[in-house]
Nanobody, 120 residues
Framework: QVQLVESGGGLVQAGGSLRLSCAAS????????MGWFRQAPGKEREFVAR????????DYAESVKGRFTISRSYAKNTVFLQMNTLRPEDTGVYYC?????????????WGQGTQVTVSS
């Protein structure tokens, strides 16, 4: 059974940093792109970052470029999201997901999410 478990969320002041982790189990995802999404209260879920299967390509939402960095560890079957210079508008539930290989852009596995709250 595939599981994605996020961790590392919490409460932080504006300007601070957090590092999110997403540990995958049940199968390996070395050949899959992975991504991070977030959902703020009352808003739709939005894309945050994506890393290709090879780690050679990363993509970011404009709102987080220069502040967030996505990375992955093949040894640990884990993807990370380093978040620096956090802003109150970064508050939300952060989800990691695995992108399907047959339909790029379609995410086939999702974690349960971890709450990030940034106070002003």
């Amino acid at each position: 059974q595939v599981q994605l478990v996020e961790s590392g969320g919490g409460l932080v002041q504006a300007g601070g940093s957090l590092r999110l982790s997403c540990a995958a189990s049940g199968r390996r995802f070395d050949d899959y792109a992975m991504g991070w999404f977030r959902q703020a209260p009352g808003k739709e879920r939005e894309f945050v970052a994506r890393i290709s299967s090879s780690s050679l390509t990363t993509d970011y939402a404009e709102s987080v470029k220069g502040r967030f960095t996505i990375s992955r560890s093949y040894a640990k079957n884990t993807v990370f999201l380093q978040m620096n210079t956090l802003r109150p508008e970064d508050t939300g539930v952060y989800y990691c997901a695995v992108e399907g290989r047959l339909r790029p852009g379609e995410y086939i596995y999702w974690g349960q999410g971890t709450q990030v709250t940034v106070s002003s």
